[in-house]
């Protein structure tokens, strides 16, 4: 859970902004900014404030191992801050475009080019290495990161992955363009689903991408399974995660309810994609 005064006195003795504060303990922008609103939060406080701030900083041996679970510890001198943050979001995404637009905070197509060219410094790169590697021997895996992928499965949105609904799409008949009495382009509407590109999505929580003779469709991890087992840890919750949860679940059961009253209607498995039909015109 996050440590809100250790987080508070951050940002009331640094120049941090609160994006980049809730980007480094993995807690929602809106509900930091609900807690500086609320506990007052104050830059520039009166130095009997500051003392009394100070003395709560003083670590402990029991603080010390909660300190490490939320703070990436970047101890390379020679980079500046923007390429700190790049390290540290590329060892939480594992994706040089993503970590890149995250750091420097620019256009996609900029973090396309300049993200991979980021990842091909040698001191970039040998500082990700050393910080993947303390990951993999779990001085940076904790009870939080598992809790916080089951967070990421459990409340997923296929809207994340890809976008849909109806658009209008020029008439096309065996000779072309179709037009209407005013030779105008006849126009026809139609449902459509388009995938975001790979670079842009978290792919872990994704199972399957395959394409078949019906077009290409994308499985997520089991969904009701994070369900259950956050239902199991809800005192690790937030109250807003909390919230989520019992939605999200409602939301689970009703899918479920339907699938199943539809399978006995139709016969059909309970297997849901979302797929793009390719259309060609040759």
Known sequence: MPNWEEIQREWETTKITLTALAEKYNVKLGTLKSRKSRDKW???APKKD???????????KRMQPKREQFEPVVESDDLTDKQRLFCIYYIKYFNATKAYQ???????????VEGHRTLRNPKISAEIDRMRTEKLNEKRLSADDILQKYIDIAFADITDFA?????????????????DENDE????????VDFKESLEIDGTIITEVKQGKDGVSVKLADKMKALDMLAKFTDLLSDNDKKRLQEEKLKADIAKTEAEVGKITSGKSDTVRVIIEDDVHE
């Open 102 to 112: 995250k750091a420097y905070e620019c256009a996609y197509t900029t973090a396309m």
């Open 185 to 192: 382009q006849l126009m026809q509407e139609v449902n459509y």
């Open 50 to 60: 500051a003392t009394k701030t100070q003395k709560v900083a003083t670590p402990t």
């Open 163 to 179: 976008s849909f609904g109806r658009k209008e799409v020029p008439v096309i008949g065996m000779y072309g363009p179709v037009l």
């Open 42 to 44: 104050s830059r520039g």
